[in-house]
T-cell receptor, first 112, second 114 residues
Framework: EAQVTQNPRYLITVTGKKLTVTCSQN?????MSWYRQDPGLGLRQIYY???????DKGDVPEGYKVSRKEKRNFPLILESPSPNQTSLYFC???????????FGDGTRLSIL | QKEVEQNSGPLSVPEGAIASLNCTYS??????FFWYRQYSGKSPELIMS????GDKEDGRFTAQLNKASQYVSLLIRDSQPSDSATYLC??????????????FGKGTKLSVIP
């Protein structure tokens, strides 16, 4: 089954404790992206990757890191999480940048 | 900053009616346009994509694009209670130096009343 898989689905952690949210797709997609969704602010792009080893900032990259060492994986790293990064996070992928994106089920992060 | 504007709603329509959802965007060079549906607590799912001026129909859904007016819309015919969700408009534009920006609107909440 074609899918985008995020882990974990839920996480409660504390300020400053490094965490990684994994994202994997099995569709051989070139383009992958991370978003955060907050009430009243909608979906905002954090980082995206147009292919292996090619990443770029989206609208709200501060406090986040990404890497794209393999085509299928695009982890999101919070080196020193803070409460303002409490949000619902989505990973998405598409065949190329101009194509519709397939979204993962989301990761709800709470940072205390 | 590229902007995509949608009425937040809620937009309430009776079952069987036509729901009309609208979206405007700021970047005249935008290339690709998408409508996603998002149920509460779920991830967005693609409804329609449209790339050129005019109408595109898929079942009960019609997307309309007018690049001159920087306007894209989604019509839902014979609305059903299961269509009740938030509809997100997304617009892709080239932002220079080989980069592209996909910007989402904040979404319009649709409620279909039985």
């Amino acid at each position: 089954e074609a899918q985008v898989t995020q882990n974990p689905r839920y996480l409660i952690t504390v300020t400053g404790k490094k965490l990684t949210v994994t994202c994997s797709q099995n569709m051989n997609h070139e383009y992958m992206s991370w978003y955060r969704q907050d009430p009243g602010l909608g979906l905002r792009q954090i980082y995206y990757s147009m292919n292996v080893e090619v990443t770029d900032k989206g609208d709200v990259p501060e406090g986040y890191k990404v890497s794209r060492k393999e085509k299928r994986n695009f982890p999101l790293i919070l080196e020193s999480p803070s409460p303002n990064q409490t949000s619902l996070y989505f990973c998405a992928s598409s065949l190329t940048v101009g194509q519709p994106q397939h979204f993962g089920d989301g990761t709800r992060l709470s940072i205390l | 900053q590229k902007e995509v504007e949608q009425n937040s709603g809620p937009l309430s329509v009776p079952e069987g009616a036509i729901a009309s959802l609208n979206c405007t965007y700021s970047d005249r060079g935008s290339q690709s346009f998408f409508w996603y549906r998002q149920y509460s607590g779920k991830s967005p799912e693609l409804i329609m994509s449209i790339y050129s001026n005019g109408d595109k129909e898929d079942g009960r859904f019609t997307a309309q694009l007018n690049k001159a007016s920087q306007y894209v819309s989604l019509l839902i015919r014979d609305s059903q209670p299961s269509d009740s969700a938030t509809y997100l408009c997304a617009v892709l534009a080239y932002s220079g130096a080989g980069s592209y920006q996909l910007t989402f609107g904040k979404g319009t909440k649709l409620s279909v009343i039985p």
